[in-house]
Antibody
Framework: QVQLVQSGAEVKKPGASVKVSCKAS????????LDWVRQAPGQGLEWMGR????????NYAQKFQGRVTMTRDTSISTVYMDLSRLRSDDTAVYYC?????????WGQGTLVTVSS | DIQMTQSPSSVSASVGDRVTLTCRAS??????LAWYQQNPGKAPKLLIY???SLQSGVPSRFSGSGSGTDFTLTISSLQPEDFATYYC?????????FGQGTKVEIK
């Protein structure tokens, strides 16, 4: 079955960067976009951007332009989301999710805590 | 950006109740709308896509309707496992945007 497995929780200091991975299995990796969505504690869902695993093309939300980089490694069916210049309000669970328009399935989520 | 507004923000209901949740888009999104269910500490789960198509494996008590700017998610007979938070999401344009969520609580 289609599965997305994300890397483990991270604790970072303000100003640092974090790189979260999402390993895909159960389908042809290059056939579908992978998106990243985050959720701050007790808050709603926020779309960050997407990557085309076939050609590496990306589309980022304006809010994250300049701070986020999404990449992929087709040899291991894994996408990465790198967020730099972390602030306390970047504390959130970060999800990868599969889809063209709607998202299914989702990874299990990765908690990133930004704290001094 | 397209703003998605859900109402109510929370609803209290009993097992067996019929519950209707609403999502309004700030501009016409045709039928480019999905609904998700999220339980605490879990990833969202896709319920409905293209406004009214039931995702495989989702119980038939869930249904979606609407087009343009106004959409509804209906749970025909609420079950204990349905107490959760529900989000709508537009897929008409980028950036993808979500509603703020509706929490369905036990009365």
């Amino acid at each position: 079955q289609v599965q997305l497995v994300q890397s483990g929780a991270e604790v970072k200091k303000p100003g640092a960067s974090v790189k979260v991975s999402c390993k895909a299995s159960g389908y042809s990796f290059t056939d579908y976009y992978l998106d990243w969505v985050r959720q701050a504690p007790g808050q709603g869902l926020e779309w960050m951007g997407r990557i085309n695993p076939d050609n590496g093309g990306t589309n980022y939300a304006q809010k994250f332009q300049g701070r986020v980089t999404m990449t992929r490694d087709t040899s291991i069916s894994t996408v990465y989301m790198d967020l730099s210049r972390l602030r306390s309000d970047d504390t959130a669970v970060y999800y990868c999710a599969l889809g063209e328009s709607w998202f299914d399935p989702w990874g299990q989520g990765t908690l990133v805590t930004v704290s001094s | 950006d397209i703003q998605m507004t859900q109402s109510p923000s929370s609803v209290s209901a009993s097992v067996g109740d019929r519950v209707t949740l609403t999502c309004r888009a700030s501009q016409d999104i045709s039928r480019w709308l999905a609904w998700y269910q999220q339980n605490p500490g879990k990833a969202p789960k896709l319920l409905i896509y293209a406004a009214s198509s039931l995702q495989s494996g989702v119980p038939s008590r869930f249904s979606g309707s609407g087009s343009g700017t106004d959409f509804t998610l209906t749970i025909s007979s609420l079950q204990p496992e349905d107490f959760a938070t529900y989000y709508c999401q537009q897929a008409n344009s980028f950036p993808r945007t979500f509603g703020q969520g509706t929490k369905v609580e036990i009365k």
